[in-house]
């Protein structure tokens, strides 16, 4: 079991603004960078979010982050039917000495 | 452009073994720390393990710790997995993934497409 819990599922209709978290501790989210992952069906995750609210070239600006204490948030504005996938966080924990994935949310566009 | 392609995975029988390879490409190497993650059938996401840019540096899982060994080979551009005591718990999809900071943080800028390993008898 991920000591790093999200929601199991999202969903919103196309256009709307969909918000996930990612809730940890202090020895993880709470002293280590967020990063955040989409996973189409069938391919391998991509990265949409790193070091807590910055996006790779080429992610849409559609997409945000933010991290307060031990939580995170990945925002999704204008929700698109490629948007539908899953999404996982992820964090180093410092107490465990490794990394941690969130249990990773589906997004649903209705 | 950086490619990852990982090789190596299929069946295996219970308390079997079994050496993963990720072979990279379109960029420095031995310039970057790797790691391996997989994932379950309908599973999410585990982390398993990272090796530093020269192979002096390593973290495990603690699930993985002892049976599974990660190294690289720099002059051939290339990343290992060593599964020793395999079980059906570890059946599923491996990747290798880049991990663009030097330090163990989750930054993976390029995933390979995975290779699927299966437990059984």
């Known amino acids: 079991q991920s000591v790093v819990t999200q929601p199991p599922s999202a969903s919103g209709t196309a256009g709307q603004r969909v918000t996930i978290s990612c809730s940890g501790t202090?020895?993880?989210?709470?002293?280590?960078?967020v990063y955040w992952f989409q996973q189409l069906p069938g391919t391998a995750p991509k990265l949409v979010i790193y070091?807590?609210?910055q996006r790779p070239s080429g992610v849409p600006d559609r997409f945000s982050g933010s991290k307060s204490g031990t939580s995170a948030s990945l925002a999704i504005s204008g929700l698109r039917s490629e948007d539908e996938a899953d999404y996982y966080c992820?964090?180093?924990?410092?107490?465990?000495?490794?990394?941690?994935f969130g249990t990773g949310t589906k997004v649903t566009v209705l | 452009q950086v490619q990852l392609v990982e090789s190596g995975g299929g069946l295996v029988k219970p308390g079997g073994s079994l050496r993963l390879s990720c072979a990279a490409s379109?960029?420095?190497?031995?310039?970057?720390?790797m790691t391996w993650i997989r994932q379950a059938p309908g599973k999410g996401l585990e982390w398993l393990s990272h090796?530093?840019?020269?192979?002096?540096?390593?973290y495990y899982a603690d699930s993985v710790k002892g049976r599974f060994t990660i190294s690289r080979d720099n002059a051939k551009n290339s990343l290992y997995l060593q599964m020793n005591s395999l079980g059906a718990e570890d059946t599923a999809v491996y990747y290798c993934?880049?991990?663009?900071?030097?330090?163990?943080?989750?930054?993976?800028?390029?995933w390979g497409q995975g290779t699927l390993v299966t437990v059984s008898s």
């Open positions: 202090s020895s993880n989210i709470g002293s280590n960078y």
């Open positions: 070091r807590n609210n």
């Open positions: 993934a880049r991990e663009f900071v030097v330090a163990p943080a989750g930054y993976f800028d390029y």
């Open positions: 992820a964090t180093w924990d410092d107490s465990l000495s490794g990394l941690v």
């Open positions: 379109g960029f420095t190497f031995s310039d970057y720390q």
């Open positions: 090796i530093n840019y020269s192979g002096s540096t390593t």
